[in-house]
């Protein structure tokens, strides 16, 4: 095929790719609100307005508009336009990579799959079930049509994935839906999944590195913040002589704040070493109150017999995008990437 014609397609994959692109933003928006993603107009989400099919271009609108709705002025965020030229270029490399051959038809549907399940973890920290559902098909269809990746392999990487996940799911360094979207990837990658999960995890550690370091002033302000309301609430069980853990011992609250709103793990109370029961109603009362603004994280109130001896808190940090990442990696280039570093062993 003539290298122009090789460029047309690159362009007409890339302009396919942000027309999804456009259309995985509206099922980002509605799939976690149960709203149609079919039978409701396109919309500006401040003053209601019904977009025109002018406003809706995909990357260029966005640009042209400033980055403001074009009937109120409101600011529009430029996730917009990240997703629909991230799909973009997806749609472009599986056609490089690929050429016309079957591969490109699973690309089109994984990469979908993996922006929107990336948009809606970082917004909700959750990766939607339907998500990790389509890639362990897709999975179990390559199978039967990749014949060169043997069926016993993606079983034997499905295996000890499920070793690996369960153990960091149990630690605290995964959630459950890190575990079931790479039990589908390891049907559909074989030992290439062990390259994505690399990948995943030191994108994801840099990452995180750079994220706790600007977070540390917020998180300690958030700790200071949950310290004076545990230490209020346990002086007053102290001054009731009811609700406070025995002198010699000590005993750890645990809790967590979910889209604004804390909450306690009660059931991880060791009441051997209490005198009495506490008031729990009370500080999940004042936590809710006064603890409004900070968005998602986990918290632990260390107490040492009289007192509230320390608060350590942590904003919790998706995984999904980077695993995503190393999915989408490993689809296009694992063979290629996995060559080279054995390439080094020699």
Same mark, same amino acid.
């Given at each position: 095929?003539?290298?122009?014609?090789?460029?047309?397609?690159?362009?007409?994959?890339?302009? /396919?790719?942000?027309?999804?692109?456009?259309? /995985?933003?509206?099922?980002?928006?509605?799939?976690?609100?149960?709203? $149609? #993603?079919?039978?409701?107009?396109?919309?500006?989400?401040?003053?209601?307005?019904?977009?025109?099919?002018?406003?809706?271009?995909?990357?260029?609108?966005?640009?042209?508009?400033?980055?403001?709705?074009?009937?109120?002025?409101?600011?529009?965020?430029?996730?917009?336009?990240?997703?629909?030229?991230?799909?973009?270029?997806?749609?472009?490399?599986?056609?490089?990579?690929?050429?016309?051959? @079957?591969?490109?038809?699973? $690309?089109?549907?994984?990469?979908?799959?993996?922006?929107?399940?990336?948009?809606?973890?970082?917004?909700?920290?959750?990766?939607?079930?339907?998500?990790?559902?389509?890639?362990?098909?897709?999975?179990?269809?390559?199978?039967?049509?990749?014949?060169?990746?043997?069926?016993?392999?993606?079983?034997?990487?499905?295996?000890?994935?499920?070793?690996?996940?369960?153990?960091?799911?149990?630690?605290?360094?995964?959630?459950?839906?890190? @575990?079931?979207?790479?039990?589908?990837?390891?049907?559909? @990658?074989?030992?290439?999944?062990?390259?994505?999960?690399?990948?995943?995890?030191?994108?994801?550690?840099?990452?995180?590195?750079?994220?706790? /370091?600007?977070?540390? +002033?917020?998180?300690?302000? #958030?700790?200071?913040?949950?310290?004076?309301?545990?230490?209020?609430?346990?002086?007053?069980?102290?001054?009731?002589?009811?609700?406070?853990?025995?002198?010699?011992?000590?005993?750890?609250?645990?809790? +967590?704040?979910?889209?604004?709103?804390?909450?306690?793990?009660?059931?991880?109370?060791?009441?051997?070493?209490?005198?009495?029961?506490?008031?729990?109603?009370?500080? +999940?009362?004042?936590?809710?109150?006064?603890?409004?603004?900070?968005?998602?994280?986990?918290?632990?109130?260390? #107490?040492?017999?009289?007192?509230?001896?320390?608060?350590?808190?942590?904003?919790?940090?998706?995984?999904?995008?980077?695993?995503?990442?190393?999915?989408?990696?490993?689809?296009?280039?694992?063979?290629?990437?996995?060559?080279?570093? @054995?390439?080094?062993?020699?």
């Amino acid at each position: 095929m003539p290298i122009a014609m090789h460029i047309a397609y690159a362009v007409l994959a890339f302009v /396919l790719g942000s027309i999804i692109g456009s259309f /995985l933003n509206v099922v980002i928006l509605r799939t976690p609100l149960h709203q $149609s #993603i079919v039978k409701e107009p396109s919309h500006c989400f401040s003053c209601g307005h019904r977009l025109a099919w002018y406003d809706m271009f995909p990357i260029f609108s966005w640009i042209f508009l400033r980055g403001k709705c074009r009937y109120c002025g409101e600011k529009i965020s430029p996730r917009y336009m990240i997703v629909e030229a991230a799909t973009a270029v997806l749609y472009c490399l599986a056609y490089l990579v690929f050429g016309f051959r @079957l591969e490109l038809a699973f $690309s089109a549907v994984l990469f979908a799959v993996l922006v929107v399940l990336s948009a809606i973890d970082i917004d909700r920290f959750e990766i939607p079930y339907w998500c990790s559902i389509t890639t362990a098909v897709l999975g179990v269809i390559a199978i039967f049509v990749f014949k060169e990746t043997p069926w016993h392999e993606r079983l034997i990487a499905m295996g000890v994935i499920m070793v690996i996940f369960v153990i960091l799911v149990l630690v605290g360094g995964m959630g459950g839906g890190d @575990l079931q979207l790479m039990i589908g990837a390891s049907l559909l @990658l074989g030992y290439k999944v062990f390259v994505a999960l690399f990948i995943g995890v030191l994108t994801g550690a840099v990452y995180g590195t750079v994220k706790k /370091l600007r977070d540390r +002033s917020d998180e300690k302000e #958030i700790s200071d913040k949950l310290k004076r309301l545990a230490e209020e609430w346990y002086q007053n069980q102290l001054d009731q002589n009811v609700g406070y853990v025995t002198e010699g011992h000590d005993d750890i609250i645990v809790g +967590s704040i979910s889209e604004g709103d804390p909450d306690i793990e009660w059931e991880f109370l060791d009441e051997n070493v209490w005198r009495g029961l506490p008031d729990k109603a009370k500080l +999940s009362r004042e936590l809710r109150k006064n603890i409004t603004d900070e968005r998602e994280g986990g918290f632990k109130i260390f #107490i040492k017999g009289d007192k509230i001896e320390r608060v350590k808190y942590s904003r919790r940090m998706v995984f999904g995008p980077f695993l995503g990442f190393g999915i989408a990696t490993c689809w296009l280039v694992g063979g290629h990437l996995i060559n080279w570093y @054995l390439s080094l062993m020699r």
